[in-house]
Nanobody, 126 residues
Framework: QAQFVESGGGLVQPGESLRLSCTLP????????MAWFRQVPGKEREWVAG????????????KYATAVKDRITIARDNSKNTIYLEINNLKPEDTARYYC???????????????WGQGTQVTVSS
């Protein structure tokens, strides 16, 4: 099956911001819950944000990990078939490879193991 494709990472200094993008070639993302994960060096993947499919009260349902809640915004643009993750005030602790994936629900954050992409590297260093 097709894998997700992430982009937008890079080498940045603390305090800067990045917007990561995610798409699925040949796929339509508007119908699925999506989430961003990150692989911290030496650790297992962890989820950082998720976004649902139902647009209500001016936006989609979202969920954020406590560690990044105040600095991260997840969004989706169905017209572009793209999921975004904006990370503000980047810290060295944010250094990781970031991945997006379909999840069964925002409660479980259970990813589709067949569609992991290559991710995009975010390195925060002065």
């Amino acid at each position: 099956q097709a894998q997700f494709v992430e982009s937008g990472g890079g080498l940045v200094q603390p305090g800067e911001s990045l917007r990561l993008s995610c798409t699925l070639p040949g796929g339509v993302l508007r119908y699925v819950n999506m989430a961003w994960f990150r692989q911290v060096p030496g650790k297992e993947r962890e989820w950082v944000a998720g976004i649902g499919t139902v647009f209500t009260r001016g936006g989609f349902a979202t969920k954020y990990a406590t560690a990044v809640k105040d600095r991260i915004t997840i969004a989706r643009d169905n017209s572009k078939n793209t999921i975004y993750l904006e990370i503000n005030n980047l810290k060295p602790e944010d250094t990781a490879r970031y991945y997006c994936n379909q999840v069964t629900s925002l409660q479980s954050m259970d990813p589709n193991v067949d569609r992991w992409g290559q991710g995009t590297q975010v390195t925060v260093s002065s």
